[in-house]
């Protein structure tokens, strides 16, 4: 069953066109990497399926339904800035979700209901590697922990989808693969449907089921603001169940070479073969 499907969904401002023609099923529990130039639409495309941004033309379902009008806690996202609140411990961040919306006035729970939800952050939070850093503030902790603790802040709230975009841009490789194999643990205990915007092939190939290139077909000046870009790859990495063997060695693999990976990085873009 596709978790999402996308159906000749085209962006337009004005006369400037951003994506046209955008045809995708994304089923339920898939990882999908979204890879492509600078400029091609990769974040305005994430921004549709949170719900921040309305096709000009086209259909959008989740679940068989149209996608609602606006972000929800259906859709969990991670930005590459650290997108977690100064002021609140890692705990109260990740309980904030919860509080706001089972108590949208006070933001608050009490007693057994505040029990269950700060055991389930904890968990979570231990989960992520953060168990032992409860009561710190975002200030007190690394770049690499704060992005641990924006995915369990998006995590807690059970989504159906997770986005993210280029959430590890920022991080040395080291501490990148280490959220990897965090990420990658999360994402099959949890079945989470994941898309993922970034410019690292490696990661791409590394993390993802599928890898979908986007890419403008009519590239000349003359021609950016008419025609926008395009789904011009989809390709299919590994199975969801046939991951256990990279689990184990993702550290190496960001550093192996893939023959996908060849293909596209020895281009001088990431045109399709069908231009």
Same mark, same amino acid.
């Given at each position: 069953m596709s978790a999402i499907s996308i159906r000749k969904v085209w962006v337009e401002y004005g006369e400037q066109i951003v994506l046209e023609r955008l045809d995708l099923d994304i089923a339920s529990g898939d990882f999908v990497a979204i890879v492509g130039p600078s400029g091609c639409g990769k974040t305005t495309f994430l921004r549709l399926l949170l719900g921040q941004e309305r096709p #000009? +033309?086209?259909?959008?379902?989740? !679940?068989?339904?149209?996608?609602? !009008?606006?972000?929800g806690p259906d859709r969990g996202v991670v930005f590459q800035r650290y997108s977690v609140?100064?002021?609140? #411990? $890692?705990?109260? %961040? $990740?309980?904030?979700?919860?509080?706001?919306q089972a108590a949208p006035l006070l933001a608050r729970l009490f007693g057994t209901a505040r029990r269950r939800q700060v055991e389930a952050a904890s968990a979570l939070l231990a989960e992520v590697g953060l168990g032992e850093h409860l009561h710190k503030y975002p200030s007190q902790l690394s770049g690499g922990m704060q992005q641990r603790l924006a995915l369990a802040q998006a995590l807690i709230m059970r989504p159906k989808v997770l986005l993210l975009d280029e959430p590890f841009g920022a991080l040395d490789p080291g501490i990148r693969a280490e959220i990897h194999v965090v990420l990658r643990r999360l994402w099959k205990e949890t079945g989470v449907t994941v898309v993922m915007v970034t410019h690292d092939l490696r990661e791409a190939f590394s993390l993802g089921t599928r890898v979908v290139v986007f890419d403008r077909l009519k590239r000349r000046n003359e021609e950016r603001t008419r025609y926008g870009a395009t789904i011009t790859q989809n390709i299919e990495v590994?199975? +969801? !169940?046939?991951? #256990?063997?990279? =689990?184990? =060695?993702?550290? %190496?693999?960001?550093? +192996? !070479? =893939?023959?996908?990976l060849e293909e596209l990085s020895g281009r001088d873009d990431l045109a399709s073969a069908q231009q």
């Open positions: #000009t +033309r086209g259909t959008l379902l989740l !679940d068989g339904a149209p996608l609602p !009008d606006e972000p609140f100064p002021h609140l #411990t $890692v705990l109260g %961040n $990740v309980l904030l979700g919860g509080e706001l590994r199975k +969801r !169940d046939a991951q #256990t063997a990279l =689990d184990a =060695d993702i550290q %190496n693999q960001l550093g +192996r !070479d =893939d023959p996908a």
